[in-house]
């Protein structure tokens, strides 16, 4: 044994950064090498991104925070997408309670052990979204937003704590809460003389159109999946006819269709906004990935499931509902959530159709007359990135925590 | 008969309680609605067409495209067909440039991020995390407008000597035919099918007698120096063409737009993430056993990746990458918003200029289409011939 093999058997606990380095960086001449190389990279990147993150002049974004984030929502009405975020993250925040509170129940009465969620664990998965907040909140130029945020998150944590202490027969009310708090979110905006979804933009938009894009594609998906599968041979050539058909094409070119051509196919008196056409486009092409993600789910389920349902007299229909479904759906949650990221960075092509998305207003902002040619291009798409970034990185990495956490229960 | 048919217990259900009637009902009944609706919409569409003077046919295909596409000879007078057929030869030309580039890219990350060198690794797993989460469009503009646009203007050109970069085009240098290329280019092809057969032979010998093959030195050695003694001997005939800057314009070499560039770098990279992925994913996937055997027979690593490893990770992440490819295919559509001439940026401008939007859309819709089904059913061949007999 050298000296070196010695020390690393004796003194396990040791934290001996040298030898982690010599391990890690420099185990071989190559790799020595490419340290070197790129460690010296990676530095002047590093040090050249953070002098230009303070040669920038912030101004543009500033002055545009509302228009990036809410497009051209009437300034005189901004306490409704403020009440509508308050009734949405009352929603998630109670839902996501009640789940844990479900969980807990359900690992009590099997007798097996259950992991509180602990402060330090919100912060490590959401630090992207705090981050962003924290930078969202330090370009605004009231104190009004940033008083509103700390209400929201003390609001998001009052109906979390909610959630989990409500006894489990008021469950099944509290899910109707859940439902009824979502619908008043739309409510707050489009009724009582607010704006429907036709005069909504910025990130706004591409949230709404990402979450309601789902919704609506998900039944139709859901019929196309178990038609896909189905013993009847017209249904399933029509299924996979469709199928085939959205997913061998772009989104964009059923987006131009739907914008562009879809007035045709519809009665004259029928004229949909734009947004609602987009809505229409992106639900048609959805329900063709979802129906393909629930399929997934379906194939995943052991035989013998059925088979089971079928011995026990149940008709067709009943074992679908009660036995398949139920199964098949808890499989899909992650690759859900996958499609549902998909769509969230897809919903940027509504830019290419004029629809002021927030992609477009980082975009359109640089012609103002105040910031014309003076290259801000490159923040104001940073910013955008910045959004669209942490939105996806967050939910991807929660869906792959779900996975690892389902694939346990499963085993 | 007649008496076991009326007391009830022996009767046979009726006729709609019967498995085959409920099953043919259904269909039917689908089938119908189906047909209806699309028949429905299909009457609205020709109708609507002809309220709005709209012609319901395809003739106007050889109508005048009315723009000019930049880098090719499409004239604004020269028929829509013509334009459309370009198009596609321009999306192809993202395809067949892209997909190696992509696969390059991202079979590389793929692999630095299983590296023992925990900073390449990082990065890696940067890159990756990084482009995953970003729309490919903003990625698209991002490389057009805030990368591209800020190179020199064509007057003040970067010249790399081999290589002109600007803000409009990147030229590489070319080659131009000088005489007896015909002469050059026959030797050329007869050396090739020669080195083939030297690869074949040292292949069998190989297998035969387990003498190192050294197949790639002795067919490569071959063509080299055919290639170097026929050049000397035809006395040059291939010259190098370098680009040069000549006002506003560059002559000479190859010229590819600065458009084209953009896309395909940013796409590139944005599906190289999705690649890195997989290829990480299938190393993963193959079996421990595997490189523990590999380590037993005293393979170097990168034996053991060459040989043993990344045969078997291809197996699983072909079906995957293919996939990767067709939404590469697909996302070349976003070239669109940077004006890069691909079939979806002359759909959109064909319609833009009065053409009846339905049928542009579906024979756009129609071209993406045969490419997808195309790749899809030769996967399925593939795929087939590559699983193992045992799986």
Redesign the interface.
Known sequence: MTTQEVSAVFTPLRKNWWLWVKE??F?SWY?SL??VV??TG?VYALLAALRSLFGFDYTILRVNLTLLMVGQFPRDMLWRPWLSGYLLVAAVALAAGLLKAQAQSKAEQAGLPFTKTRPGDVLRRGWPVLVLVVILLSLTQTITPTLLTVGLLAMGIAAYFLGRVIPARGRRLAWVGVVLLVLGGYLALAAFGGRGWSQWGGLHLNVFLTIAGIAFAFPLGLLLALGRRS?????RT?SVTYI??V???????IL??AY??I??????NLKPSPITRILIAITLFEAAYIAEVVRGGLQALPKGQVEAGQSLGLPAWKTTRLIVLPQALRHTIPPMVGQF?ALY??T??I??LGVLDL?NVS?IINTQPQFLGQ?L??LT??F??LI??VG??TM?REARRLEKKLGVGER | MAALTTDGLSARPPFWRSLKFIRWSIQLVAVGLSVAIVFYLWNNLIRNMRASGISTDFSFLTQALGVNIAGSDISPGAPIWRGLLVGIKNTFALVIVGVPLLTVLGVLIGIGKLSTNWLVAKICAVYVELFRNLPPLLLVYFMFNAVILQFPAVENSWDLGFVLINQRFVAFVGFVGQPGIGMYWLVMGVTLLIAIWVWIWRTRRWEQTGEPHRRVAWSMALLGAVALLAFLILGGPIALSIPAIDGRVATGGYQGLAQYFGVLIALSMYTASHVAEITRGSILAVAKGQTEAANALALKPTQRLRHIVLPQAMRIAIPPVISQYLNFTKNTSLALAIGYAEITRITFQTIGNGHPAPQMIALLMASYLVFSLTISVLVNILNRRLQYASR
């Open positions: 890690n960086l185990n790799n490419l340290t790129l460690g990676i013993s009847l041979p017209a249904i029509m085939e058909l997913r061998g094409v772009p989104l964009i070119t131009l269709f562009l051509a007035g045709f196919l519809l009665p004259e990221i960075k897809d940027t092509l830019q290419i992609l975009f290259g291009f490159i798409m940073s955008a990135a669209f970034w996806s990185y991807s």
